[in-house]
């Protein structure tokens, strides 16, 4: 399935979705392949809150957007793969089967099946602002986000990836 399909049947049941990527042979570049299009797409996501702020603080929309770049683009992913470490040493430790690649996996798929709700965070911060609004949103993201990779993790332990 494409990877679209497959983020639209995460909405509906992730733990299909995460064991038909997990039957599939381990595979580092689908692992960064997500990373770096969830990444993507929460770089993009900034986009409109980024250009409210410029146009509200008269400051360059083009400097805003490069340090968005930069630590989107470069720094995300180097703290979302040590936490992905982190989380299979503690996982380890409390003697699951979860390898370091399903750990990455859960996590970095996590991240790109909620992107969609990124996306709406980014219009609401973007077109109306800070308040009840953005906040709902933003919480509809988190939670979609950490149930997609405490599944994630579940399954990667229950399947030994």
Same mark, same amino acid.
């Given at each position: ?62 400097? &805003?957007?490069?340090?968005? *770049? %930069?630590? @989107? =683009?470069? /720094? ?6 040590? $936490? ?49 609004? &953005?906040?709902?949103?933003? *919480? %509809?993201? @988190? =939670?979609? /986000? ?6 994630? $993790? ?8």
């Amino acid at each position: 399935m494409s990877v679209t399909t497959d983020i639209a049947a995460s909405f509906r049941g992730p733990g299909a979705v995460l064991r038909r990527i997990f039957a599939q042979p381990a595979s580092e570049a689908r692992a960064l392949a997500f990373l770096m299009g969830g990444c993507g797409v929460m770089f993009v996501a900034r986009w409109p809150a980024l250009a409210r702020q410029a146009h509200l603080q008269d400051q360059d929309l083009n400097m &805003l957007l490069g340090g968005t *770049l %930069l630590a @989107v =683009v470069f /720094f995300v992913p180097l703290i979302l793969y040590a $936490l992905a470490f982190l989380v299979a040493l503690l996982a380890r430790a409390m003697g699951s089967g979860m390898t370091g690649y399903g750990s990455r996996v859960a996590l970095f798929w996590a991240l790109l099946a909620a992107s969609p709700l990124m996306l709406l965070n980014g219009l609401v911060a973007g077109f109306i602002g800070p308040g009840p609004a &953005l906040t709902l949103v933003g *919480l %509809l993201w @988190v =939670v979609a /986000f950490g149930l997609f990779w405490i599944k994630g $993790l579940r399954i990667a332990a229950e399947v030994g990836a």
